[in-house]
């Protein structure tokens, strides 16, 4: 069984709508992250957190949100999805207290808004 | 990261051939940098990692090099497999720190 589980695998929905991506971990780390890949280009830091509770805003968080209510689930979400938020969505996630952020990544969600 | 645009920049090597990734990095204080290799439907998965204390580091198949002077990284694949088909990203902690930042990525296309 992966350690980083994501659901839905793939995606595609309309403009407009909400959409949640779910992630799980079975690793017993402290910190989960959400990144966004989008074809030619790196990966974009959406949001992280440290801890339970713990929410802090990436480099592209505008138009998503999220929610950390246990160590082991971290979801994203898409309050009103637009096309330009088509993309690779990765969820990760890492146990270091220091400066050596070595991350564990899930398989991905690909989500498509038409 | 360094944004490549739509499309990345794409090593073509032949089965059995060394392989050189190359990353430039932004930021002259970082001390850790991190080499991930992306599979097609997959997560980035750690490869190496090295501080900056150090200027080689030797896994298995990979070394990688850092030259601080310049702001460069490399990655070294010795005897290059199809399975080192894939995508390679470099990555360093954000100023804020314990967060990384991303290169914009490396295709490499191993010929049979």
């Known amino acids: 069984d992966a350690d980083v589980t994501q659901t839905p695998r793939n995606r595609i929905t309309k403009t407009g709508k909400r959409i949640m991506l779910e992630c799980s971990q079975t690793k017993g780390h402290d910190r989960m992250y959400w990144y966004r890949q989008d074809p030619g280009l790196g990966l974009r830091l959406i949001y992280y957190?440290?801890?339970?509770?713990?929410?802090n805003k990436g480099e592209i968080s505008d138009g998503y949100s999220v929610s950390r209510q246990a160590q082991a689930k971290f979801s994203l979400s898409l309050e009103s999805a637009i096309p330009n938020q088509t993309a690779l969505y990765f969820c990760?996630?890492?146990?270091?207290?220091?400066?050596?952020?070595?991350?564990?990544f899930g398989s991905g969600t690909q989500l498509s808004v038409l | 990261g360094e944004s490549v645009g739509l499309h990345l920049p794409t090593l073509s090597v032949q089965e059995g051939d060394n392989s050189i990734i190359n990353c430039a990095y932004s930021n002259s204080a970082s001390d850790y940098f991190i080499w991930y290799k992306q599979e097609s439907g997959k997560g980035p998965q750690f490869i190496i990692d090295?501080?900056?204390?150090?200027d080689k580091r030797q896994g298995q198949r990979v070394t990688v090099l850092l030259n601080k002077t310049v702001k460069h990284l490399s990655l070294q694949i010795a005897a290059t497999q199809p399975g080192d088909s894939a995508v390679y990203f470099c990555?360093?902690?954000?100023?804020?720190?314990?967060?990384?930042?991303f290169g914009g990525g490396t295709r490499v296309l191993v010929k049979p």
């Open positions: 957190s440290f801890d339970v509770k713990d929410i």
């Open positions: 990760a996630t890492s146990d270091s207290t220091g400066v050596n952020e070595k991350l564990f």
């Open positions: 090295i501080r900056s204390n150090m």
């Open positions: 990555a360093e902690p954000l100023p804020a720190g314990n967060k990384l930042t």
